[in-house]
């Protein structure tokens, strides 16, 4: 199994500020990667795919970039609808599997 | 838009079966554009990614349920569904269906359906 895993794993930081979260991967592959966005109660909603490429409806202040075994996820200025954990997801080789989550949180 | 809606009882005893069903509206499950995924996330924890099935019926499941995990896919009813058997506190989960969006031989899961909440408990 590719094993990922997450850097910080809790991030405080305020509304304006660029955060960064990083994804390690145990193997190296292309750009298989997606960035997920979860609330308390709710379903992962997708972020990024392809390790860069936007979802549509996602706004810009957020962006993926990587590729081998290093990937992270920016948000340009932070948003008070930003405060969630965040998970990175490997679709490069079955199982696939997810980060342990970054939760980011009011400073 | 295409919606997935999980159903199943929210409470299973130890060593039974675990049943669960994705609805799918918007959007036919036998469309070999997606794949059709179950994730799971116990209490408090993270994300494990259960499996997939595919229109065709072709099924990946994850090593570390394997041997007690089946899915199948309904295309009369348009849904897809997860079967797990003996159970055990461990399956504790809040259970989600996803579609995959085929990228070439991968996917991602693009649409998530609400979840479901199982606990595992006499």
């Known amino acids: 199994d590719i094993q990922m895993t997450q850097s910080p794993s809790t991030l405080s930081a305020s509304v304006g500020d660029r955060v960064t979260i990083t994804c390690r991967a145990s193997?190296?592959?292309?750009?298989?990667l997606a960035w997920y966005q979860q609330k308390p109660g709710k379903a992962p909603r997708l972020l990024i795919y392809?390790?860069?490429s936007l979802e549509s409806g996602v706004p810009s202040r957020f962006s993926g970039s990587g590729s081998g075994t290093e990937f992270t996820l920016t948000i340009s200025s932070l948003q008070p609808d930003d405060f969630a954990t965040y998970y990175c997801?490997?679709?490069?080789?079955?199982?696939?599997?997810f980060g342990q989550g970054t939760k980011v949180e009011i400073k | 838009q295409v919606q997935l809606q999980e159903s199943g009882p929210g409470l299973v005893k130890p060593s039974q079966i675990l049943s669960l069903t994705c609805a799918v509206s918007?959007?036919?499950?036998?469309?070999?554009?997606?794949?059709w995924s179950w994730i799971r996330q116990p209490p408090g924890k993270g994300l494990e990614w259960i499996g997939y099935?595919?229109?065709?019926?072709?099924?990946y499941y994850n090593p570390s349920l394997k041997s007690r995990l089946s899915l199948s896919l309904d295309t009369s009813k348009n849904q897809f569904s997860l079967r797990l058997t003996s159970v055990n506190a461990a399956d504790s989960a809040v259970y989600y269906c996803?579609?995959?969006?085929?990228?070439?031989?991968?996917?991602?899961?693009?649409?998530w359906g609400k979840g479901t909440t199982v606990t595992v408990s006499s």
């Open positions: 996803a579609r995959g969006l085929a990228a070439v031989k991968n996917f991602y899961m693009d649409v």
């Open positions: 918007g959007g036919a499950v036998n469309n070999d554009d997606f794949y």
């Open positions: 099935i595919y229109y065709s019926g072709s099924t």
């Open positions: 193997q190296s592959f292309s750009h298989w």
């Open positions: 392809e390790a860069s």
């Open positions: 997801q490997q679709y490069s080789g079955f199982p696939y599997t």
